[in-house]
């Protein structure tokens, strides 16, 4: 298998995994968010599936020697104690974009086809946010 369809083929499979559950919809992540109003427990349903799937497939993938396909397996990030600034700053705007536009990178990606001036305006932002980070701070460890 080619290293871009074993990168290809996972992007597929979660996006159409956002597709199914609804979560490419910027409304159901503020209704997600509303606690006041019409809250929608939904996302919460969602998020403790994939969390329950990646730390499944996590503690697999250490426990490999070397990987499936290339490369090497990434350290654990958690055990190494790196809380700095970064880290808070980059959540926290993270979050707040979040709140108020209803999308996060996954499904605003998956919501690229179509083409609507909000999304296509949050990758925009998205990217510009990246390439700034990646020049203030440089490459992730």
């Known amino acids: 298998m080619s290293r871009h369809a074993a990168l290809f083929i996972p992007g ?8 199914l559950s609804g979560m490419t919809n910027p409304a159901k992540v503020v209704g997600f968010l509303d606690f006041t109003g019409a809250w929608d427990p939904s996302l919460a349903f969602v ?3 994939a ?3 990646f730390s499944v497939l996590n503690v697999l993938a250490h426990r490999q020697k070397k990987p499936l396909l290339w490369g090497k ?5 958690s055990v190494t104690g790196e809380l700095d600034a970064r880290l808070f700053v980059g959540t926290a705007m993270f979050g707040v974009g979040w709140g108020l536009s209803g999308m996060c990178p996954g499904p605003s990606i998956a919501n690229l086809s179509r083409m609507t001036p909000d999304v ?4 925009a932002a998205m990217v510009v946010g990246m390439v700034i980070a990646q020049r203030v701070f440089g490459v992730d460890r």
Not at 73 to 77: A, E, K, N, S
């Open 47 to 49: 998020m403790t599936g």
């Open 12 to 19: 597929v499979v979660f996006a159409v995994g956002l597709a």
């Open 120 to 123: 296509l305006a949050f990758v």
């Open 73 to 77: 397996l990434p350290g654990i990030r």
């Open 51 to 53: 969390t329950a799937t």
